[in-house]
C-alpha cells in the first residue's frame, strides 16, 4: 500500500520566524521515555518526516540525557536544509539517576548548555531555542537576556520558553522577541488557554502544543499506563494514565470514537484537527509536535492537517477537558499551570 502524501501546508512561526510545516515533530520518543525503541524504524520514521513536509523537529537536551540530540544528529546532517531544528535547555538531569532533575535558568548554565546542545547535534546554529523550564527564582530578564545574546552570537536564530503563564510570555517578549511558546495541549489539556494563548495571540508568538495526543491516550493505544506499558515507560508515572484516572478518562473518548468512525479516520486525526483548528478559534499559529516510531502513524498524523471539524463535532469535544481526572504530571510545581494558581 503506499501511504505517501503530499507535503503538508506551512505557517510562519511567529512574527519573522522560520516557515515551517504545519505540524511538526516531537522527537523524544524516537530514542527515550518510552520504552525499548527499533533503532532502524525510528530512523525510517524520521525520514518521513521531511516527506511529509513535517518540518519543525523538536528534542531537548535532558532528553535520555543527551542521547536523543545525538540520535538525531546523522537525520539533522542529511537533512539541514530541509528542517527547523528546536532544541531546549533548562531541566538538568543526570545519568546515572533518570529521577534527577534540576531546573536552572541562571545565564552562565544558558551558555554551557547551548554548547553542548550544538556539539551533540552536530550544528553550528539551532534554529529555535526554548527555555525548557522556569525557575522562579531566577529572574526571567536574566535568562532571557542571555538568551538573546546567543542570538547576537549566532548561535540560535531564534527563542522560545516552555510552560510560562501569559505574564512571564509578555516579560520575556519585552527583553527579546519570542518566537513560540510549548507547552501541553490537547483536548484533554486546555489550562494554556488560561492566559498563555492569548497572550501569545496578542504578542504574534506562535503555539507549538506538545503532547496533542496525550501521550498516546487520545489515539487508544492503551487505556492504563500502569497495567500496560514497560516499566521504563515514563508514562506509568503520569496520574491521569494509570489506574482508576485512567478508567475514567478512556470513558471520555467516546465522542472522538464516534466522529472518527463517521468520517473513517482514527481518533489520533481527530485530536490532532481539534488541535490544529486552535489556531482559528485563538487567531494565532499553532503547531502541534505529535510523536512516534513509526512510519505510518507519522503519515496518518501528518494527514490530519486536511480535516477540518464541523462547529457540531467541535461542540461534542469541547467539554471533555473539564471532565478529566487526575493532573498531567506527578508534581505539577514546574508547569505554567501551578504559577497562574499561585498568582
Known amino acids: 500500500m503506499n501511504t505517501s502524501i503530499e507535503p503538508i501546508a506551512t505557517v510562519r512561526l511567529g512574527t519573522g520566524g522560520p516557515l515551517v510545516g504545519v505540524q511538526g515533530f516531537g522527537a523524544m520518543g524516537i530514542s527515550s521515555a518510552y520504552g525499548h525503541t527499533d533503532d532502524a524504524a525510528a530512523r525510517d520514521t524520521l525520514e518521513a518526516t521531511v516527506e511529509a513536509g513535517v518540518t519543525l523537529i523538536d528534542t531537548a537536551d535532558m532528553y535520555g540525557t543527551g542521547a536523543n540530540e545525538e540520535f538525531l544528529a546523522p537525520f539533522v546532517a542529511a537533512h539541514r536544509d530541509d528542517i527547523t531544528l528546536a532544541t531546549k535547555f533548562g531541566i538538568q538531569t543526570r545519568a546515572d539517576d533518570p529521577a534527577h532533575r534540576t531546573v536552572r535558568n541562571e545565564p552562565a ?70 518566537t513560540a511558546v510549548q507547552s501541553e495541549w490537547s483536548v484533554f489539556s486546555r489550562d494554556v488557554e488560561y492566559s498563555v494563548v492569548g497572550a501569545a495571540a496578542e504578542l504574534g508568538v506562535a503555539f507549538v502544543p506538545y503532547s496533542p495526543l496525550g501521550r498516546g491516550f487520545l489515539t487508544g493505544a492503551f487505556t492504563d499506563a500502569g497495567a500496560e506499558l514497560s516499566s521504563d515507560d515514563f508514562r506509568q508515572s503520569m496520574p491521569r494514565l494509570t489506574g482508576a ?99
Open 109 to 178: 548554565y544558558v551558555r554551557e548548555a547551548v554548547e553542548g546542545s550544538l556539539r551533540r547535534l552536530g550544528v553550528e546554529v539551532i534554529d529555535l531555542y526554548y527555555m525548557h523550564r522556569r525557575d522562579p527564582a531566577v529572574p526571567l530578564a536574566e535568562s532571557v537576556g542571555a538568551m538573546a545574546e546567543l542570538v547576537r552570537a549566532g548561535k540560535v536564530k531564534h527563542l522560545g520558553l516552555s510552560e510560562v503563564t501569559g505574564a512571564e510570555l509578555r516579560e520575556a517578549h519585552a527583553v527579546h522577541p519570542i
Open 245 to 343: 484516572n485512567a478508567t475514567a478518562n478512556a470513558a471520555l473518548l467516546t465522542p472522538l470514537r464516534e466522529i472518527a468512525a463517521e468520517r473513517g479516520a482514527t481518533t489520533a486525526q481527530i485530536a490532532l484537527a481539534w488541535v490544529q483548528q486552535r489556531a482559528e478559534a485563538h487567531g494565532l499559529a499553532v503547531v502541534p509536535i505529535p510523536g512516534t516510531r513509526k512510519r505510518g502513524r507519522l503519515l496518518e498524523n501528518a494527514a490530519a492537517t486536511r480535516i477540518t471539524l464541523a462547529p457540531e463535532e467541535l461542540a461534542l469535544l469541547e467539554p471533555i477537558a473539564e471532565k478529566v481526572a487526575g493532573d498531567r504530571y506527578p508534581d505539577m510545581s514546574l508547569t505554567s499551570a501551578a504559577r497562574e494558581t499561585q498568582a
